[in-house]
């Protein structure tokens, strides 16, 4: 089993900054990417936005309305995943979920996703 846990979520003013963490743990073979979704407050889940991403290589991709402001970064050898944000908006407001995509526990296996249980982020005005 396979368990994401997320923390560093809070309130902020428009303009500050945040700094998300993740960490997986479990029998892990390994993860292909691992990055930061959001859902915004009355969205529901299948709604979920991508925000960023990054790779076991350290490609990172991000979200159009973030980039430039946030900042995906991953320790492989921990399997955890940070997200920065600065120069947060009101419209970031929103549960962030840790997902970990192309799990393999087995070097055969499945490979699966896995999300944590989310963090609020809400940016005030």
């Known amino acids: 089993q396979v368990q994401l846990v997320e923390s560093g979520g809070g309130l902020v003013e428009a303009g500050g900054s945040l700094r998300l963490s993740c960490a997986a743990s479990?029998?892990?073979?390994?993860?292909?990417?691992l990055g930061w979704w959001r859902q915004a407050p009355g969205k529901p889940w299948n709604q979920r936005e991508f925000?960023?991403?990054?790779?076991?290589?350290?490609?990172?991709a991000y979200a159009i309305s973030v980039k430039g402001r946030f900042t995906v970064s991953r320790d492989n050898a921990k399997n955890t995943v940070e997200l920065q944000m600065n120069s947060l908006k009101p419209e970031d407001t929103a549960v962030y979920y840790c997902?970990?995509?192309?799990?393999?526990?087995?070097?055969?296996?499945?490979?699966?996703?896995?999300w944590g249980q989310g963090t609020q982020v809400t940016v005030s005005s």
């Open positions: 925000v960023a991403g990054v790779t076991t290589a350290g490609d990172a």
């Open positions: 479990g029998s892990i073979k390994s993860i292909s990417r």
């Open positions: 997902k970990a995509e192309y799990v393999r526990l087995t070097t055969w296996g499945p490979e699966l996703d896995y």
